[in-house]
């Protein structure tokens, strides 16, 4: 007779309880495990993917962040996609020492938000790659290490178009910038004309951006949603026109011809300073000197521009250069000097930036001037070059407002630029298949 074990009811449930709870855990890590790698979190890396990825530095020694077209300075950081053109990425590391850093490239939406591809979905080549091309400074005050790479290269290029950001981060995978840059594949053309504001009572002060899309090689079954477009002035960050649609749609052709929605303040000529020199000042520098084992250049006082009349002047439209007139190669030989800026404006409690290129249009407390004696002031660390800066406040909306400052007139000559972006229904990343960089210059 086969005799069976009695295993009692409160045994039973233990034994139940147990395979239950192994079941929960290995659920709970078999989820846990697949949101780290959903995240795609790097070691130290402080970023939020949710956040917009902008031109930032996250480390203080990291100076003079550059990324132009291969030899071509001024020019814009935007290249054709599976052609030889080639972008110039440059920085110098103050420690001057020789450090390990590596380079990524992050593909983004419109936003500047990244998008939801994996790498190999627009990294044909090594995700990640070292830089190996650095220089000490040569006879400067300031001792640097300056580092730089081309991009694409034989170990990275990008597969698809649309927005991107190189991260470069050290040899402990802990970000030290962010850099914007763009991939184009055209297949619409833009016709663009900058006029004064139709309305009456911005007529002086504002431009209207008037353009056409034409798209004959592309299907776009719903022009509302599948195409996206962006308009900069100056190409700055801060106050881009976004989420415009077109007012009127023919065969293949999509006219976007407002009379408010794609308007900007025409501000004014930006200012400048030029110290390619430390041996003989320019027309906007008062004095030089060496103290502390450094080099310091004053600025002359500036003054409010809203009431003056305009008046035309040469600019670069905000950008700067780096460039030494006693040097032969100037990414090595320019030195590092404190330039100090002064505002001549009574108080009125408003929060006063320096903008331009070099600040990354951005609103930071690095560039932020104090009221001292009835005149705003600050001090930057700045590499030799030809600058171009403007003077903006911050309003209560966050804002940067210039006009309130340097004034806003019709004929000032700005640049404005143009980007389309691409995405059929079902698609899941942004293309940007349409650029056009115009100017308001036959106003004046």
Not at 207 to 226: A, G, L, M, R, Y
């Amino acid at each position: 007779m086969q005799k069976y074990k009695f295993v009692p009811i409160f045994h039973q449930f233990n034994i139940l309880f147990i395979i239950k709870m192994n079941k929960f855990l290995t659920l709970l890590n078999f989820f846990i495990l697949l949101n780290i790698y959903s995240l795609d979190i790097k070691p130290n890396n402080s970023f939020n993917d949710t956040n917009i990825y902008k031109n930032k530095i996250f480390k203080k020694e990291i100076k003079t962040l550059i990324c132009k077209k291969n030899n071509t300075n001024l020019s814009q950081p935007i290249i054709n996609l599976n052609s030889n053109e080639k972008l110039s990425v440059s920085f110098d590391d103050l420690e001057a020492d020789v450090k390990d850093y590596y380079y990524t490239i992050i593909h983004c939406n419109r936003d500047w938000r990244k998008s939801n591809l994996l790498k190999t979905e627009y990294i044909n080549g090594f995700e990640e790659n070292r830089i190996e091309n650095f220089e000490f400074s040569f006879n400067t005050i300031q001792k640097y290490t300056h580092y730089n790479f081309e991009f694409p290269n034989d170990n990275i290029a990008p597969i698809i178009s649309g927005n991107y950001i190189f991260e470069i981060f050290d040899e402990n995978k802990e970000t030290i910038a962010h850099v914007r840059f763009l991939i184009i594949d055209h297949k619409v053309s833009i016709k663009a004309e900058v006029r004064k504001a139709t309305l009456a009572n911005v007529r002086n002060t504002k431009h209207e951006i008037d353009f056409t899309i034409k798209h004959p090689n592309i299907n776009v079954s719903d022009p509302f949603s599948e195409i996206q477009v962006v308009i900069k002035q100056n190409n700055q960050e801060h106050n881009p026109i976004t989420n415009i649609k077109p007012i009127f749609i023919k065969e293949n052709t999509l006219i976007y011809d407002y009379e408010d929605e794609n308007t900007f303040y025409a501000n004014n000529e930006f200012r400048y300073f030029d110290i390619r020199s430390l041996r003989y000042k320019s027309e906007r520098v008062k004095n030089i000197y060496f103290k502390n084992n450094k080099n310091h250049i004053e600025l002359f006082n500036e003054y409010e521009r809203k009431f003056n009349p305009y008046s035309i002047q040469v600019d670069i439209n905000g950008q700067f250069f780096i460039n030494s007139q006693e040097a032969w190669d100037s990414s090595i030989e320019s030195d590092y000097a404190y330039v100090y800026f002064s505002l001549i404006k009574e108080i009125n409690h408003e929060e006063i930036y320096i903008v331009g290129d070099f600040t990354n249009w951005e609103i930071n407390n690095q560039y932020k001037l104090s009221y001292n004696n009835h005149k705003y002031e600050t001090v930057l660390y700045l590499k030799q070059g030809y600058y171009n800066y403007l003077f903006g406040i911050v309003k209560d909306n966050g804002k940067l407002n210039m006009e309130n400052i340097e004034g806003s007139h019709y004929e000032t000559r700005n640049d404005y630029h143009i980007y389309v972006y691409y995405r059929p229904i079902g698609e899941v990343y942004d293309q940007l298949i349409g650029f056009l960089k115009t100017s308001s210059k036959n106003l004046f």
